[in-house]
């Protein structure tokens, strides 16, 4: 079993940035391929980025291009989702997942294990 923690979310301007978290415990996941899932009121949960156990591929949404940045440390079983120019569109629940496969997808159904989420807020 691998138990997921995120951190780093928070309440921002937009334009601003916030760096996220993911500590695994309970196994490496050097192993997995690591993803990166949001859902806002009302929204269906959403993909947006992943990355595989050798930081490739990796995958981004169209909306968060060149804006976010997955990576991982392996060392410390943790991964990272840098968030540049942040807009309120962003505002939702971000998740960290695990699949226990190499690769990373795009489908949240592929995941097989997931954070309790940590809140993100951007205001205009």
């Known amino acids: 079993q691998v138990q997921l923690v995120e951190s780093g979310g928070g309440l921002v301007q937009a334009g601003g940035s916030l760096r996220l978290s993911c500590a695994a415990s309970?196994?490496?996941?050097?192993?997995?391929?690591m993803g990166w899932f949001r859902q806002a009121p009302g929204k269906e949960r959403e993909f947006v980025a992943a990355?595989?156990?050798?930081?490739?591929?990796?995958y981004y949404a169209e909306s968060v291009k060149l804006r976010f940045t997955i990576s991982r440390d392996n060392a410390k079983n943790t991964v990272y989702l840098q968030m540049n120019a942040l807009k309120p569109e962003d505002t939702a629940v971000y998740y960290c997942?695990?699949?226990?496969?190499?690769?990373?997808?795009?489908?949240?159904?592929?995941?097989?294990?997931w954070g309790q989420g940590t809140q993100v807020t951007v205001s205009s």
């Open positions: 997942a695990a699949r226990r496969l190499t690769i990373a997808t795009l489908r949240a159904e592929d995941y097989d294990y």
């Open positions: 309970g196994r490496t996941i050097s192993t997995y391929a």
């Open positions: 990355i595989s156990w050798r930081s490739g591929p990796i």
